[in-house]
T-cell receptor, first 112, second 109 residues
Framework: KAGVTQTPRYLIKTRGQQVTLSCSPI?????VSWYQQTPGQGLQFLFE???????NKGNFPGRFSGRQFSNSRSEMNVSTLELGDSALYLC???????????FGSGTRLTVV | DAKTTQPPSMDCAEGRAANLPCNHS???????VYWYRQIHSQGPQYIIH???NNETNEMASLIITEDRKSSTLILPHATLRDTAVYYC??????????FGPGTRLSVLP
């Protein structure tokens, strides 16, 4: 099976712009979660989707949003980018609630 | 907040066993213990998980104390490629993972 695929791998954006990141989960995995990783805050949970519905949401402002499509692929969007949004954004998928996550390699976003 | 406490860093000689401790004194009966590791700039990699019993797979062994308040991840023969940050996470089935700062393991030649 192919792993979790995230695109793009690297991205540079300007303050105030918006960005959309994409995640393709492992085939058959219906749950997708997103995490933000920064040197100062470590790995922080953004949100989780299952069958196109948001299940859980972390403590992030409304500028961070996501969605999941019927084929389980997911996107996350960050609007009005700030310098502090520079981070590694990780997507993870799992087969069901009783399993652990498989993570992708991440998208490294730099806001200038 | 993370429910686990881990030492910030550890060293291990190549070829020796690496024993990484984790305290989770407030763990509840239905929470699993998961271990992941992250090599620089890559996504976290699943290693092993358990509930009550000790577990072993091709990567590592997980030893959970009888009272479940602590656990140890054992890499039996550490190699240079095992240098990474190791995260211990407790989680109720269905909930998201809460990562702490982890333990930075350095395997030395």
């Amino acid at each position: 099976k192919a792993g979790v695929t995230q695109t793009p791998r690297y991205l540079i954006k300007t303050r105030g712009q918006q960005v959309t990141l994409s995640c393709s989960p492992i085939s058959g995995h219906r749950s997708v979660s997103w995490y933000q990783q920064t040197p100062g805050q470590g790995l922080q949970f953004l949100f989780e989707y299952f069958s196109e519905t948001q299940r859980n949401k972390g403590n992030f402002p409304g500028r961070f949003s996501g969605r999941q499509f019927s084929n389980s692929r997911s996107e996350m969007n960050v609007s009005t980018l700030e310098l502090g949004d520079s981070a590694l954004y990780l997507c993870a998928s799992r087969e069901g609630q009783q399993y652990g996550y498989t993570f992708g390699s991440g998208t490294r976003l730099t806001v200038v | 907040d993370a429910k686990t406490t881990q030492p910030p860093s550890m060293d291990c000689a190549e070829g020796r066993a690496a024993n990484l401790p984790c305290n989770h004194s407030t763990i509840s009966g239905n929470e699993y213990v998961y271990w992941y590791r992250q090599i620089h700039s890559q996504g976290p990699q699943y290693i092993i998980h358990g509930l009550k019993n000790n577990e072993t797979n091709e990567m590592a062994s997980l030893i959970i104390t009888e009272d479940r308040k602590s656990s140890t991840l054992i890499l039996p023969h550490a190699t240079l490629r095992d240098t990474a940050v190791y995260y211990c996470i407790v989680r109720v089935e269905g909930q998201n993972f809460v990562f702490g700062p982890g333990t930075r393991l350095s395997v030395l030649p």
